[in-house]
């Protein structure tokens, strides 16, 4: 699967390839892709550009304000309940 921008025809935009990418995670992509109204290079794009904290870092919400710091008995407790 080529990861690629709508500019294929400029010079400049470098092309990916993803070699033996698990079917699952294709199709969990594919899902996000359709939420976010992107085709699939797009998609990969954006989640790259997030983790690598690029030009999408500046579209991500501020962090919410807790009202009391977080324990690590509460982070522990969160993931036994299955919400970490």
Partial sequence: MAASTSH????????VL???????????LKRRARRHHRRLD?????????ALDT????ALPAPAKLRKPLKQH???QARQQGRA
């Fill in 8 to 15: 294929r025809t400029d010079p400049h935009m470098a092309s």
């Fill in 18 to 28: 993803i070699r033996n990418l698990p079917d699952a995670l294709h199709r969990q």
């Fill in 42 to 50: 797009q998609e990969l794009i954006a989640l790259i550009e997030v």
């Fill in 55 to 58: 030009r999408a870092s500046a």
């Fill in 74 to 76: 509460m982070l522990d």
